[in-house]
Nanobody, 123 residues
Framework: QVQLVQSGGGSGQAGGSLRIACKIS????????MGWFRQAPGNEREGLAT???????NYADSVKGRFTVSQDNAKNNVYLDMNSLKPEDTAAYYC?????????????????WGQGTQVSVSS
């Protein structure tokens, strides 16, 4: 059973930076995709970034150039570094896991989820 445990996030000011981490355990697939998502009240979960086991990344236009997804060498931790924060970045943030290579960021393709981390950005 894949388990994802998130840490980090919190509150920040517009123009500032925050980091969220996602610790992965229990996976057996040789290739998998990790994604970062966010969900504001009343909105559908939005894909932000994905990273494949080979290190290739993809970003949504809404965060491209501001957010960076990375993983440690052991691939047990995935990070989302958020820079140039905007008030509209305020949401609950989730990491997600799916077997196989990354493709679409559609959240329904991801099977396992972290517990969620609130990010609040003030102007």
């Amino acid at each position: 059973q894949v388990q994802l445990v998130q840490s980090g996030g919190g509150s920040g000011q517009a123009g500032g930076s925050l980091r969220i981490a996602c610790k992965i355990s229990g996976y057996t697939a040789n290739r998998y995709c990790m994604g970062w998502f966010r969900q504001a009240p009343g909105n559908e979960r939005e894909g932000l970034a994905t990273i494949d086991t080979d290190g290739s990344t993809n970003y949504a236009d809404s965060v491209k150039g501001r957010f960076t997804v990375s993983q440690d060498n052991a691939k047990n931790n995935v990070y989302l570094d958020m820079n140039s924060l905007k008030p509209e970045d305020t949401a609950a943030y989730y990491c997600g896991y799916r077997d196989g290579s990354c493709g679409s960021m559609w959240y329904r393709l991801f099977k396992y989820w972290g517990q969620g981390t609130q990010v609040s950005v003030s102007s």
